[in-house]
């Protein structure tokens, strides 16, 4: 999606299209190196399927995310070192797994400090396209109440699901569907999470609860008090 539209808030999941792009991508910018990269070799070992979720607003999204922190089933487990230093993402699993980790955030958020983060850097032709895409009124406020969960797939994981991760045989698979892939990461959460409804106590429906609870009204003109 980055390649194709130069942000990742939305975009596609079709995987055959992707690495169309990537290759095309770098034949077209290093036409010298490619000349001497074997294709036939080429791998696939890195897959990161996300999918958003517009949530009512960014207390939900932190709410259920602080929800999630607690949550484990046998290997999905949350991953305490990284939660504690992010407190609007939560990780399931080891980056460094060689199968699979999870990443759930506030998309609004991301948007905001990788613009912040683009416009520090050395200000290039690429770099200012980014910043103009990512600056767009619209695209920001898309991205508000958007609560991203990302599959990240690894080598094994990738190597079990398609029988190879050599790009020939993950393009040739046209029987997998990227939202099975995503699913199927997911299985694990699903079950540890189960059947729960979660319900959000915003600080002014609180406020009225306790109202209720101790309202009073004026004997002569019946007006009420809190």
Known sequence: AKLLLGHSIYGYDDIQSGIVIILYTLLKTYPFLAQYLDFNSSELRMLDINYSFRMRSKEDCVYLLDYLRNV???????????????KETTYFGNKTSKHKFIRMYYKHDE???TLQSK???QLNNVTKHQIAVLSN??????????????????????????GSTLLSVVLSRNDICISDLWMDAMSDLFKAVGDVTLKNQSDESVREQINKMFVTYNSKTGKESF
């Open 72 to 86: 484990s089933y046998r290997q999905t487990q949350a991953n305490e070192v990284e939660n504690n230093r992010f």
């Open 111 to 113: 948007v905001l400090k």
């Open 119 to 121: 416009t520090k850097q």
């Open 137 to 162: 009124p619209q695209l920001i406020e898309f991205s508000k109440n958007l609560l991203r969960v990302e599959a990240a797939l690894r080598k094994v994981w990738i190597e079990k699901k398609f």
